[in-house]
T-cell receptor, first 115, second 112 residues
């Protein structure tokens, strides 16, 4: 079956611009996660959705970052007024449960470069 | 603050030999531990996990060992194969939580 897909695979933008990153989870997975992986680091948790609602957005670095999942499937991570420090790989994962023991399946990520 | 640490950024091993990857954690609330493997241009894929009620879990060529008192775990790959060349991430969580805390990763290169 299809895995988690993310689009675009690469995004180059200029400082101050707005970007949207899309995630298509595995069909039927109710839990969806966004992580950010900066150069030389492991993935860092950003936000978790259970269904349509953001159950935990404690990892979002500031109010420039926002994510939605309006129909409980596809999710969009939105970044306003991008800064050079936002450059990273943004990873999306989904699982069919809400515990860490439920395997999280990751997409290939979107590499964001802010010039 | 980094709650999960992988202090070796890289490891080179000959094909057929054992690869040992190490991971330390600081949060005593962590009781579930995972290893993920990542190839270039792909997302991390789950490899093996261990609950804190165990000290060892084995799956084929992969074995994870957990030393709770030392807050240390390791992944053994025996024998190492060229297809094992990848970045390996250690991750940890509390069982009833969903958030994973990752280490920075160890790049393994298996030489033919």
């Amino acid at each position: 079956g299809a895995g988690v897909s993310q689009t675009p695979s690469n995004k180059v933008t200029e400082k101050g611009k707005y970007v949207e990153l899309r995630c298509d989870p595995i069909s039927g997975h109710t839990a969806l996660y966004w992580y950010r992986q900066s150069l030389g680091q492991g993935p860092e948790f950003l936000i978790y959705f259970q269904g349509t609602g953001a159950a935990d957005d404690s990892g979002l670095p500031n109010d420039r970052f926002f994510a939605v999942r309006p129909e409980g499937s596809v999710s969009t991570l939105k970044i306003q007024r991008t800064e050079r420090g936002d450059s990273a790989v943004y990873l999306c994962a989904s699982s069919d449960g809400q515990l860490s023991t439920d395997t999280q399946y990751f997409g290939p990520g979107t590499r964001l470069t802010v010039l | 603050d980094q709650q999960v640490k992988q202090n070796s950024p890289s490891l080179s091993v000959q094909e057929g030999r054992i690869s040992i990857l190490n991971c330390d954690y600081t949060n005593s609330m962590f009781d579930y531990f995972l290893w993920y493997k990542k190839y270039p241009a792909e997302g991390p894929t789950f490899l093996i996990s261990i609950s804190s009620i165990k000290d060892k879990n084995e799956d084929g060529r992969f074995t994870v060992f957990l030393n709770k008192s030392a807050k240390h775990l390791s992944l053994h790959i025996v024998p190492s194969q060229p297809g094992d060349s990848a970045v390996y991430f250690c991750a940890a969580s509390e069982t009833n939580d969903y958030k994973l805390s990752f280490g920075a990763g160890t790049t393994v290169t298996v030489r033919a």
